[in-house]
């Protein structure tokens, strides 16, 4: 196993990868009780066009299929249901499905192996029937309906929409009651055998184990599966510009709420975290806590909170949320756009920038508290081509001269767009 | 992990929980005192006036940026309602010095300093808090006593407890009432504040790879030093003596897509050992995935995408959450009424209740391995008419047996049973 090792936060990676093409990581933390593994495949909302490796022609399934899979790989032929097996086993099992990734979990302190066996055995073997796939399209339906109640939800999904023209990450993980009504077990099938293939597949285990031999525990429970080459994965070309600057909706909350979404471009592998943190530390000198613009927005009633600043991305897309409420989310918008160009004028402060950094430092340190939080954050970025130590090590090195770059490179207002729910 | 006690001062405790799990120390303070309809807008308005600044560190901007050098130190407060006590809550979170690209050996010391600083040592303008911000403060909570409605499954579960406990401490809102606000004004307020600090119970709790020199700072340090020995009324979690009530149904309309239904249910108990018993027969009734709720609701009857129940221990109390399509009221009622009657009549297998305990003690084991919750723990052990260790804890969920259980489930009884729905059509 090749071994990275974190001087920083004094954590060790194992990595291997296995024959049948599935990545394996494993990071030891000695001393815990609980026990944490994940297991995901490279395969979210965003994959419903593709070529499954050894076709010609493309495939395009309906919108939702990636979620629609996650609830019913729990369902076995005889009967039983995974995630009562698992709970059974005293374990807190989950999955959940992202943009770019589907991941089937449990964390627990005892009957690790009996509920690695349950894990390995459901993840390998679907079982759907016509009848079953048509049960789960109520549980789904009303997932649905839930979502549609919360303002949070549709302010981000209305951002999206107004960013992007083509690329399905405007549109909804669960899909609609309208796509997921053409779901059948035949899609449900080929989806899973294109991408619930292990080279297409990584585990992270994080606990209290000998990594050689958590290894072979996992080797032993693999069933016998080639790898099946790479999958080509379809995405429509999409503009540079965004669809529309504003987006309103009505809904019954008390106090509006926005989001601004800022569309960047792809962004290689390479060089990704460096501009992962570039990005972090800029809207935390913007808008964050210890901002100038946040004081007066706060002092002058129009903000309550520190906003949510994110950069999200994935194949094929980019783009920064900062999402919160306020009484006037157009002045916030106008406020935020004209602490943009006076930046750009003036320049970041560098005590700023070394402060932040401190900071965003500290919050990398502490992601490595607890098992689950570690195995997740390994998971999500290998998907990306991460390795997660990288933060620590980046951001050491990140300078002003790139973080003033990448200011001026994604932080236009032709990119940006603003979304906003309120009271009718 | 070891845990410590120290009585520092009559009424001021301190607790302290060796572990070197993680890399982050956690300095945790609460102050506690009853739950009462005139002071509970008052506690709300001093924990937000709080973070805005203190006497060194006179605005919130100044703090953030502290914070930001003490490589993103991180400081939350807030109110919480724990049974009939009401508590400001005070956290600062640090990376321990191991951790650090440059170690000073300090950063401890100075994360409790500055805490206690913010807690203790507040902005005072002309014998008064800071004018400017008592106002803004008010006006925040102001929206967020309005804003109470915008999450429609916490608010359906507020609206339970209020019409469950009309007129009680436990029914009131942990934020207070906007009609309270208008009339505080920043002298009465910081008059109040000194008498609050004067006699709420005070615990100081700090998790992490520390000593005991910790005692000593904490000691010594100036504001505690000001602190006076109390003889604080906080509420100790009882058993309470429930009156039979007739169940109640209460609907309200909304703009929903979801309906919301929350069932409160009193739990008549006759000792304190039946409320680990209770906690196993929640459970089973709907605390899992392998629940009642969740498997007949959700599973079978595909009515719900959220179907489970929550046990307050604090109160003796269950309750039932489930969020379904608005026309299929009755036949979730219906459902969820058969599970009750299941539970009595001991409709589960030997096998379902050892899984479930299993599933309890996996939660316990794992509570030293999460920071705060271990605070969280110790704290509410705090508040307990009895004392137990994690050890003592595991064993005594390993003891319930079915016929335990099915007692218990003999004991509830629907108190309240709330509706969120749409609007009716008009005809």
Redesign the interface.
């Given at each position: 196993m090749q071994i990275i090792e974190s001087s920083?936060?004094?954590e060790k990676l194992y990595i291997e990868k296995l024959e049948n093409g599935l990545t394996v990581m494993f990071i030891p933390k000695k001393?815990?009780?609980?026990k944490y593994v994940i297991w995901g495949t490279n395969y979210g909302s965003n994959d419903s066009k593709f070529i499954v490796p050894g076709e010609q022609k493309e495939t395009e399934v309906p919108k939702g299929v990636a979620h629609f899979l996650e609830h019913k790989m729990f369902e076995q032929e005889n009967g039983t249901?995974s995630?009562?097996t698992l709970?059974?086993?005293?374990?807190?099992?989950n999955a959940y499905t992202t943009n770019d990734h589907t991941a089937y979990l449990f964390?627990?302190?005892?009957?690790f192996y009996p509920a690695l066996d349950e894990l390995m055995d459901y993840v390998q073997h679907p079982y759907f029937t016509d009848e079953n796939v048509e049960?789960e399209k109520?549980?789904i339906g009303?997932?649905i309906?839930?979502y549609?109640?919360y303002?949070e939800w549709k302010v981000y999904l209305n951002t999206l929409e107004a960013m992007y023209h083509e690329h399905p990450v405007k549109l909804d993980i669960t899909g609609t009651i309208e796509t997921i009504s053409n779901i059948d077990k035949n899609i449900l099938y080929k989806c899973y055998n294109t991408f619930y293939n292990p080279s297409n597949m990584v585990m992270v285990i994080c606990g209290d184990f000998e990594p050689e031999k958590i290894l072979e525990e996992i080797k032993k429970r693999l069933i016998d599966k080639k790898s099946n080459g790479e999958i080509k994965r379809i995405y429509p070309n999409e503009p540079d510009t965004i669809v529309k600057g504003k987006v309103e909706q009505n809904?019954?909350?008390?106090?509006p709420l926005f989001t601004i979404g800022i569309k960047d471009k792809n962004t290689d592998e390479k060089e990704i975290v460096k501009k992962h943190i570039a990005i972090e530390i800029i809207l935390d000198a913007l808008l964050?806590?210890?901002?100038?613009l946040?004081?007066e927005l706060?002092?002058k009633?129009m903000i309550?909170s520190v906003p949510s600043l994110d950069y999200e991305f994935s194949k094929g897309y980019a783009h920064i949320l900062i999402t919160g409420?306020s009484t006037e989310p157009e002045k916030i918008y106008e406020e935020f756009k004209k602490a943009v160009s006076d930046m750009k004028q003036n320049g970041i402060n560098l005590d700023t920038i070394n402060?932040?950094k401190?900071?965003?430092?500290?919050?990398y340190?502490?992601e490595?508290?607890?098992?689950a939080d570690i195995a997740r954050m390994f998971l999500a970025d290998s998907f990306k081509g991460i390795n997660s130590f990288d933060y620590l090590e980046e951001i050491?090195v990140v300078n002003e001269e790139y973080i003033e770059q990448v200011f001026k490179d994604v932080f236009n207002e032709n990119k940006m767009v603003l979304s906003v729910i309120k009271k009718a | 992990m070891q845990y410590i006690e120290k009585q520092i001062k009559k009424g001021i405790k301190l607790h302290l929980i060796k572990t070197e799990k993680f890399k982050t120390n956690l300095i945790a303070v609460f102050l506690t005192l009853p739950m009462a309809r005139k002071e509970v807008t008052k506690n709300a308005l001093i924990s937000a006036v709080l973070r805005r600044g203190c006497k060194n560190i006179p605005t919130s901007t100044q703090i953030s940026q502290e914070l930001e050098e003490m490589y993103g130190a991180s400081f939350d407060n807030g109110i919480d309602k724990i049974g009939d006590n009401h508590v400001l809550k005070f956290y600062l979170e640090s990376i321990n010095d191991n951790y650090l690209p440059e170690k000073n050996g300090k950063m401890l010391e100075i994360s409790i300093e500055k805490l206690l600083e913010i807690i203790f040592e507040p902005l005072i303008e002309d014998g008064k808090f800071k004018e400017e911000y008592v106002q803004q403060e008010k006006e925040n909570i102001k929206r967020i006593i309005a804003g109470k409605a915008d999450n429609k499954a916490s608010y359906a579960y507020d609206r339970c407890i209020e019409e469950m406990y009309k007129n009680k401490p436990y029914g009131l809102y942990k934020y207070g009432y906007t009609e309270d606000l208008e009339k505080i004004t920043a002298k009465e307020l910081y008059d109040y504040y000194l008498q609050l600090i004067s006699k709420c119970k005070i615990d100081i709790i700090i998790s992490g790879n520390i000593n005991d020199e910790v005692i000593k700072i904490v000691q010594e340090n100036e504001n505690i030093k000001k602190l006076e020995d109390r003889e604080p009324q906080f509420i100790k979690s009882s058993l309470e003596d429930k009156a039979e009530v007739k169940e109640k149904e209460i609907i309200e309309e909304m703009d929903v897509t979801q309906g919301k239904i929350v069932i409160g249910m009193d739990l008549h108990l006759k000792n304190k050992e039946q409320k680990y018993i209770a906690l196993v027969y929640n459970a089973i009734l709907g605390g899992s995935a392998n629940s009642k709720l969740f498997q007949e609701v959700r599973e079978k009857a595909s009515l719900a995408y959220t179907a489970g129940s929550i046990y307050i221990r604090y109160k003796s109390n269950v309750f039932i959450k489930c969020g379904i399509e608005i026309k299929n009221y009755s036949q979730a009622i219906d459902i969820i009424k058969k599970q009750l009657e299941d539970m009595k009549k001991g409709d589960f297998s030997e096998e379902e209740l050892q899984n479930i305990k299993k599933g309890i003690i996996s939660t316990i084991k794992s509570i030293d391995d999460e920071q705060d919750t271990e605070v969280t723990y110790f704290f509410g052990q705090e508040l307990s008419i009895q004392k137990i260790t994690i050890d003592e804890y595991i064993k005594k969920i390993e003891n319930v047996t079915k016929e335990q259980i099915i007692e218990v489930a003999n004991t509830v009884t629907i108190n309240t049973i709330y509706f969120l729905r749409n609007f009716r059509k008009e005809d």
């Open positions: 920083k936060v004094k001393g815990i009780q609980k249901n995630l009562d709970t059974s086993l005293g374990v807190d099992a964390e627990c302190t005892e009957n049960k109520g549980i009303q997932e309906m839930m549609d109640d303002p809904m019954d909350v008390s106090q964050g806590k210890s901002s100038k946040y004081k706060y002092d009633g309550f409420q402060r932040i401190k900071s965003i430092y500290g919050a340190v502490k490595y508290n607890d098992p050491v | -």
